[in-house]
């Protein structure tokens, strides 16, 4: 998972590591109103089937349009 800055910066947040945080990071992450982003990986995991992620400390989505 990683960052870019509004300046072009790429930095690197975190590494999945093929054990129980899962790994082969899959899809595109969705942003919920709470401002959690959440995802999944394809593989590992504690049953070997990959996992589900959610990162926080973003801001809320929301807003009507």
Known sequence: MFRITPNGTLS???NFD?????AGTFAGLIQATNGKLHGTTTYWGASLAGT???V?????????R
């Open 52 to 54: 589900v992620f959610s």
């Open 56 to 64: 926080s400390g973003l801001p809320p989505s929301g807003g009507s």
């Open 12 to 14: 690197n947040l975190y």
């Open 18 to 22: 093929d054990g129980a945080d899962g």
